[in-house]
Nanobody, 125 residues
């Protein structure tokens, strides 16, 4: 089992940047596929990005491709989401998630076993 704690959210102007972090407990972090999702008010939680267990392979939602970068540090049990050129429509609660089933770059909510509590990102226009 793993516990996830997100940090780094906040208020930023459109065009600005934020770096989200997710700290994971446990000694088997490198065996989890790690993803970021987000949920805006009144909308369903949607996939943002995923990184493979090794950190080599990544996949992004079209809406963030070229602006967001996901990375992980298995030695520090952390995963990050660097968000650049933020837009008003990026406003949401961002969640870190872990998949323990060795799937290849999972992108659906139901493929993830563990979730953090979320961190709010607000982009002012």
């Amino acid at each position: 089992q793993v516990q996830l704690v997100e940090s780094g959210g906040g208020l930023v102007q459109a065009g600005g940047s934020l770096r989200l972090s997710c700290a994971a407990s446990g000694r088997t972090f490198s065996t989890y596929g790690m993803g970021w999702f987000r949920q805006a008010p009144g909308k369903e939680r949607e996939f943002v990005a995923v990184v493979s267990r090794s950190g080599v392979n990544r996949y992004y939602a079209d809406s963030v491709k070229g602006r967001f970068t996901i990375s992980r540090d298995n030695a520090k049990n952390t995963v990050h989401l660097q968000m650049n050129t933020l837009k008003f429509e990026d406003t949401a609660v961002y969640y870190c998630a872990a998949d323990e089933s060795f799937r290849i770059l999972p992108r659906r909510r139901e493929e993830y076993n563990y979730w953090g509590q979320g961190t709010q990102v607000t982009v002012s226009s």
